[in-house]
């Protein structure tokens, strides 16, 4: 009977224990607002990445290529993880999950554009996606490259949120061009761009547009030639659009840049008697790529069967724009040439890429090879 009695008083107590149990957890849930859950599932998970520690900090691959990667305003972690595996950027969405809810960052994820690589694994990745502000695309132009060579370049890095077509509508012959550039430089109406996107390195904002990074280039250009250049090729007759035209043959003339100078007082010394520039690199801007190349080798024949208006072994003076962007040591040497009588030049027959000028046609062919 005792033992009946002590049996129903421990059943009891155990009723009593469990109730108490439930009040006390119900109780802790409301104050904590749920989080006593989210804090048992966590430590749980925590656990668990235990025996994934290898899996966490192991990279993608060995592709250092970066990848731009975005975030939708809105989009949730599980949105981002597969995104992420869609992109070949990690190999698993659910542990990529796990570590951000682990270490708190998946309320943390920021809408905006990243650059990543396969190189970095998830418990890299995942930190990353929590601050957009840092990203930015390192461009490079280079001297003596037309439009397309940069179009180009646009879409060989794979990281702007448009193509180098949609880039070259804003800068084409025919593009809608920003008038007050336009009429600061010379630029006649329904003309290109070409020669005026300063060539340097750049960092760029992710979100950046084409008509953006147009006027971003033209900005710099701007600023890099200065009032004085401008006034100074102004005082001489020449309007920036004519400069730059001289510059950048200058530019695809020369490999060294301490022959800008002499290069170009051959060009302005023919020009002041309107004799014919004679430029190869006019010749190849007027074959606009129809041999497999923005830059092909040319012949001599070329030189009277190339039929176009850049062409300056078929018409004299300038070409009707420039061909290529040249760099602020060309237009310098076109606004303020070396003081000399040479009419002529050509290559070095050492190998040197350097240049043998002349006065006279005679002396130029002694210089022959």
């Known amino acids: 009977m005792q033992s009946q009695r002590a049996l129903q008083g421990f059943v ?11 009040v006390a957890f119900a109780a802790a849930y409301a104050v904590t607002d749920g989080q006593i859950v989210e804090l048992a599932q966590v430590a749980l998970l925590h656990l668990q990445l235990r025996e994934h520690q290898s899996e966490l900090f192991a990279p993608y691959g060995q592709g250092e290529g970066r990848i731009r990667f975005r975030i939708p305003p809105g989009a949730d972690a599980a949105a981002i993880a597969a995104s992420l595996f869609d992109a070949n950027l990690i190999r698993d969405r659910q542990l990529f999950l796990d570590y951000a809810r682990v270490e708190g960052l998946d309320r943390r994820f920021e809408a905006g554009v990243y650059f990543l690589n396969q190189t970095l ?19 490079r132009t280079i001297e003596g490259a037309r439009i397309e060579e940069i179009a180009a370049l646009i879409d ?7 193509t180098g077509p949609d880039f070259l509508e804003t800068v084409q012959a025919g593009a809608d061009l920003p008038s007050d550039f336009a009429g600061w430089a010379g630029i006649a109406e329904g003309a290109s761009l070409e020669g005026f996107l300063f060539p340097d390195t750049y960092q760029l904002p992710p979100d950046i547009s084409p008509v953006a990074l147009r006027n971003f280039l033209l900005g710099t250009f701007r600023d890099r030639l200065g009032d004085q250049l401008r006034a100074d090729a102004l005082a001489q007759g020449f309007t920036i659009h004519q400069i730059v035209t001289l510059a950048s043959i200058v530019e695809r003339e020369a490999v060294w840049r301490e022959e800008h100078d002499d290069i170009a007082a051959v060009y302005r010394n023919r020009l002041a ?14 074959l606009q790529g129809a041999r497999n190349g923005w830059w092909p080798n040319i012949t001599r024949a070329d030189y009277r069967q190339v039929l176009s208006p850049y062409n300056t072994y078929l018409y004299a003076g300038l070409p009707p724009g420039p061909i290529a962007s040249p760099s602020l ?11 000399s009588n040479y009419f002529f030049f050509r290559a070095a ?18 210089n022959g090879c």
């Not at 009891?12 to 439930?22: D, E, K, T």
């Not at 190869?280 to 007027?286: A, E, K, L, R, S």
């Not at 027959?349 to 002694?366: I, M, P, Q």
């Open 12 to 22: 009891l107590g155990a009723v009593f224990l469990a109730i108490g149990l439930v």
């Open 121 to 139: 694994s998830i418990a890299e990745i995942a930190p990353l996606l929590t601050d957009s502000s840092s990203s930015h695309i390192l461009f």
């Open 156 to 162: 060989s890095k794979g990281l702007f949120g448009f």
């Open 273 to 286: 008697i309107n004799m014919k520039l004679e430029a190869d690199p006019t010749v190849q801007y007027g």
């Open 329 to 339: 040591s060309a237009i310098q040497a076109a606004i303020y040439p070396a003081e």
């Open 349 to 366: 027959c050492d190998g040197s890429f350097f240049h043998n000028f002349a006065v006279t046609f005679d002396e130029h062919l002694a």
